[in-house]
C-alpha cells in the first residue's frame, strides 16, 4: 500500500541562467537526460506497449480551466523537476500531493537518492507525498524488446504510460480534481510525448480526473526550478533513470573521456554532485550544450539513425530547414 506523510508548510523563490562550459565542446553532466520520482500501488497488469513515439495530442483533449483550490496529484520523477511545480501550484492556491513512483529508476541505490530528495523537500514544504511500489519487475516487463530503443522513442513511451496510469488510478482512487507530472518541465523530454500519456490515462476513468496540460517550461518556470534546486542543495542526478540510459550515458562519455556516471557519493563523474549555482546548473542544460552534443550525434554513436526518434515533436511549422532542426533538438 502507498505511504503518505504529511508535514509543514513553506514556499521558496527563484531565477536561473548559464555559464561555465565552453558552449562548442560543452558535456552535459546528465546525457542523455535528466530527472526521476516515487509513490505506491498495485503495480499495474502488464500491458502492451505502444508502439508508437509521440503523436499529435488528440483534438478531443478536454478544455482545462484549472479554478483554485484544486486537489492536484502531482507525479514527481525526483525532487529537482518538482520544485517550481510544487511552489507555482501551492502558490495559486491548489491543494498539491506529490505521488513518487517510478521504477524507471535503476539501481536501487538511485532511485532511494532521489526518493528521499523528493521526500525531504515535500516534508519541508510540509505537503503529502505518496511513496509507491518499486514495481521495476513490472516495468522491465513492459519495456522488453525496447532496450536498445534510443530516448524519446516508444520505450520512454511505455515509461510515461506506466507511471501515468499508476497516477491516473490513484487520483481516480482518491477523489483527487486532476492530476500531471514533473516530466513535463524537463527540456530534455518531449512535452508531447509525456502529455500524450497523461491523456491517454485520464481517458480511461473519462477524465474524471482530468490530466492538467500546461507549459511547465517557460522561462519564469525554468529560472525559478534552478534557483530553488541551488538553494535546496538537491542532489544531482547524472542520467534519465533506466539501466539503458545509465549504459548510453556511460558510453557517450566513454567516447568523451568523462569519468563514468557516479552513483551516490560526495563526487559526481562530471560537474558538481549537487545543485549550488543556478547560473551554472542551467548552463550545464542550456540549448548550446543540447545542440553541441546532438550536432555531432553520429561520431559518439557511428549511427545517427539511433538519434531520429530523439526529436521533439512539438516544434511549430514553417521554420527555416535550420531552425527547425535546432528546435527539433531533443538533445
Ligand atoms: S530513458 Fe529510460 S527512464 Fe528515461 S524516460 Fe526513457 S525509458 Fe524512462
Known amino acids: 500500500m502507498p505511504s503518505l506523510s504529511s508535514s509543514s508548510m513553506l514556499l521558496h523563490r527563484s531565477q536561473r541562467l548559464a555559464r561555465a562550459w565552453p558552449q562548442s565542446s560543452a558535456p552535459s553532466a546528465r546525457f542523455p537526460t535528466t530527472c526521476r520520482a516515487f509513490c505506491s500501488s498495485k503495480p499495474l497488469a502488464s500491458s502492451p506497449p505502444s508502439s508508437e513515439p509521440a503523436t499529435p495530442l488528440a483534438s478531443a483533449t478536454p478544455p482545462l480551466k484549472p479554478s483554485a483550490p484544486m486537489k492536484v496529484l502531482l507525479h514527481s520523477c525526483c525532487a529537482p523537476c518538482s520544485g517550481a511545480m510544487v511552489e507555482k501550484m501551492a502558490s495559486d492556491g491548489h491543494k498539491v500531493t506529490i505521488f513518487f513512483y517510478n521504477p524507471n529508476i535503476q539501481p536501487r541505490k538511485e532511485y532511494e537518492i532521489r526518493k528521499q530528495e523528493n521526500i525531504r523537500y515535500a516534508e519541508r514544504l510540509g505537503i503529502p507525498i505518496v511513496d509507491a511500489d518499486y514495481d521495476v519487475e513490472n516495468w522491465m516487463a513492459r519495456t522488453k524488446g525496447m532496450e536498445f530503443d534510443p530516448e524519446r522513442g516508444r520505450r520512454c513511451s511505455v515509461c510515461f504510460d506506466m507511471r501515468m496510469e499508476v497516477t491516473a488510478q490513484y487520483a481516480h482512487d482518491h477523489n483527487f480534481d486532476c492530476f500531471t507530472t514533473t516530466n513535463a518541465t524537463s527540456r530534455w523530454k518531449d512535452t508531447q ?30 529560472a525559478r526550478k534552478y534557483r530553488i534546486n541551488a538553494e535546496q542543495r538537491f542532489y544531482k542526478q547524472e542520467y534519465c533513470g533506466c539501466t539503458y540510459s545509465l549504459r548510453d550515458s556511460n558510453l557517450w562519455r566513454k567516447q568523451q573521456g568523462i569519468a563514468p556516471v557516479k552513483i551516490g557519493g560526495e563526487e559526481a563523474g562530471l560537474g558538481t554532485r549537487y545543485y549550488e549555482d543556478a547560473e551554472a546548473d542551467a548552463a550545464e542544460e542550456s540549448q548550446e550544450v543540447v545542440d553541441s552534443f546532438f550536432s555531432s550525434a553520429e561520431q559518439h554513436f557511428h549511427n545517427a539513425s539511433v538519434y531520429n526518434g530523439r526529436m521533439r515533436q512539438d516544434v511549430p511549422a514553417g521554420e527555416t530547414q535550420e531552425e527547425l532542426l535546432r528546435a527539433k533538438n531533443n538533445w
Open 193 to 222: 510525448q509525456v502529455n500524450k500519456s497523461g491523456l491517454q490515462a485520464a481517458a480511461k476513468f473519462g477524465f474524471r480526473p482530468y490530466y492538467w496540460v500546461y507549459d511547465w517550461q517557460t522561462d519564469e518556470m525554468t
